[in-house]
T-cell receptor
Framework: DSGVTQTPKHLITATGQRVTLRCSPR?????VYWYQQSLDQGLQFLIQ???????AKGNILERFSAQQFPDLHSELNLSSLELGDSALYFCASSAGDYRTDTQYFGPGTRLTVL | AQSVAQPEDQVNVAEGNPLTVKCTYS??????LFWYVQYPNRGLQFLLKYITGDNLVKGSYGFEAEFNKSQTSFHLKKPSALVSDSALYFCAVRGNAGNMLTFGGGTRLMVKP
């Protein structure tokens, strides 16, 4: 168990809908990262927050947004969902914002868009 | 841009034999290299990382990895494979482009009894 928690485990929804994925980092970790894992794209970095502020952006669609709250938990919001958004979404956390930091991953949220 | 290549989609090895899972990388600046393992329906578990220093890095569950700067490689190794090592293995790199990890496509390791 990495100490990173994600809810829900599974999410099934319809095209055009909006969902929110939640992540709680390991105790004491200030950075949260979101990744998407799909069969065709592999594991791709979406966005990073450090202590409440956006720190880096990757291949995140404009329909997607995220935030990190004062208690350091993070939410990833996905809107106007398309079939291609079906994937496993991982949250990871690390102690700080250094390149030497290890990222610890949560169990993921499996999103199915029908 | 930084990238990682895992040239083998699958590696098959008999239990008790040594295993190697290959990884090569391309990055600007000093590379920070990581190996993760993913079991079915589970998240990624951290195995080991190379930051600096000794080119042979030891990690969890008896795994180790060898950093080779001239060949830009970071191969994962284990002297004696277990059936329970069967899983999907990911190599990842972090360079000057930021703190995000760039992952390879993954290698499925199958250890047969």
């Amino acid at each position: 168990d990495s100490g990173v928690t994600q809810t829900p485990k599974h999410l099934i929804t319809a095209t055009g809908q909006r969902v929110t994925l939640r992540c709680s980092p390991r105790s004491g970790d200030l950075s949260v990262y979101w990744y998407q894992q799909s069969l065709d794209q592999g594991l791709q970095f979406l966005i990073q927050y450090y202590n409440g502020e956006e720190r880096a952006k990757g291949n995140i669609l404009e329909r997607f947004s995220a935030q990190q709250f004062p208690d350091l938990h993070s939410e990833l919001n996905l809107s106007s969902l398309e079939l291609g958004d079906s994937a496993l979404y991982f949250c990871a956390s690390s102690a700080g914002d250094y390149r030497t930091d290890t990222q610890y991953f949560g169990p993921g949220t499996r999103l199915t868009v029908l | 841009a930084q990238s990682v290549a895992q040239p083998e989609d699958q590696v098959n090895v008999a239990e008790g034999n040594p295993l190697t899972v290959k990884c090569t990388y391309s990055v600007s600046g000093n590379p920070y290299l990581f190996w993760y393992v993913q079991y079915p329906n589970r998240g990624l578990q951290f195995l080991l990382k190379y930051i600096t220093g000794d080119n042979l890095v030891k990690g969890s569950y008896g795994f180790e990895a060898e950093f080779n700067k001239s060949q830009t490689s970071f191969h994962l190794k284990k002297p004696s494979a277990l059936v329970s090592d069967s899983a999907l293995y990911f190599c990842a790199v972090r360079g000057n482009a930021g703190n995000m990890l760039t992952f390879g496509g993954g290698t499925r390791l199958m250890v047969k009894p």
